[in-house]
């Protein structure tokens, strides 16, 4: 054998020997690979389940977030509708509180007006009360003074009263005597006439040219030629004459008016009246 196919057996045998290496080698590194894959591809399994479970749930959650959001952007829009609202209503508000404060203040102005004339109006009043109280003052010192002019008129007008009584009943006698001095001169029943009961009281009905008309008549005691007094009760004449009675009825009788003596020219209300009152004379 040659050195060449020495080298060679041994440059075989070596090969031989890394051949058997790789081998081994590769069975090792190929069981190796085997567990480790078959681990890997657990690990891979159990990351794609998990992975799986986590997108599932990451689903849910998302639908979960939808639904939230959902809610969230109604809220926001129902909130932004409120707003809007509110500042639609805040801005007429405003404008309500512009116009109110405009009118307050002119109503304040109003006031401040009113009440500086009502200032000027109670000083007026007060002038007008503090004239009154002096007008009052005056009136009643008038009034003080006109009811003792009023009380001295009384008194002056019972006093002529009083006198005229006194001279109708001169009168009267003044009649009497003219009338006793008539009849003393006509020789009529000598000077002696018929007198009427004490308690006569008759009315005058009628007067026409100086002649009355009275009642009552020959019932209650009248009788012709009998002189009778008329009297008035209203007014200032009391005395307005006489009567000389011609007719008697038995309810009426009729007789001539004499005035009294006083009385020169009658008129008006000094002639006998219907209603006026006739007594004994």
């Known amino acids: 054998m040659t050195a060449l196919g020495k080298m060679m057996v041994v440059f075989v045998f070596l090969l031989s020997l890394v ?45 979960a977030s939808d ?7 109604a809220n926001v829009e129902r909130l932004q509708q409120q707003n809007n609202d509110g500042r639609d209503q805040y801005t007429k508000l405003y404008g309500a509180y512009e116009t109110k404060l405009k009118s307050d203040r002119e109503n304040e102005k109003k006031t401040d007006d009113q009440q500086t004339e009502l200032k000027k109006l109670q000083n007026q009043i007060d002038v007008q ?11 009643n010192a008038q009034v003080i003074l006109t009811q003792k002019n009023q ?56 007067y026409s040219g100086g ?34 009675i011609g007719t008697v009825d038995p309810d009426r009788a009729t007789g001539t008016w004499t005035a009294p003596s006083y009385v020169k020219n009658p008129k008006g209300d000094d002639f006998p009246q219907v209603g006026d009152e006739v007594v004994p004379k």
């Not at 639904?67 to 952007?73: H, N």
């Not at 009360?129 to 009136?139: H, P, V």
């Not at 009275?214 to 009567?243: E, H, S, W, Y």
């Open 151 to 206: 009380n001295l008129k009384d008194e002056a007008v019972r006093s002529a009263n009083a006198e005229k009584q006194r001279a109708d009943l001169l009168v009267d006698k003044l009649q009497k005597k003219e009338e006793e001095l008539a009849q003393a001169k006509q020789g009529v029943g000598g000077g002696i006439r018929p007198l009427a009961p004490e308690d006569f009281r008759g009315t005058v009905k009628a």
């Open 129 to 139: 009360l503090a004239n009154l109280k002096t007008m009052e003052a005056d009136l």
């Open 211 to 244: 002649f009355v008309e009275i009642t009552p008549g020959l019932n209650a005691g009248l009788k012709p030629g009998t002189v009778l007094k008329i009297q008035r009760r209203v007014g200032d004449k009391n005395f307005i004459g006489t009567i000389l």
């Open 67 to 73: 639904s939230k959001v959902a809610a969230l952007q």
């Open 19 to 63: 051949w058997a290496g790789l081998v081994v080698n590769t069975w090792v590194t190929r069981t190796n690979w085997k567990a480790e894959a078959d681990k890997q591809s657990k690990i891979a399994k159990e990351n794609y389940d998990g992975a799986k479970s986590l997108a599932e749930q990451a689903k849910a959650d998302r639908s």
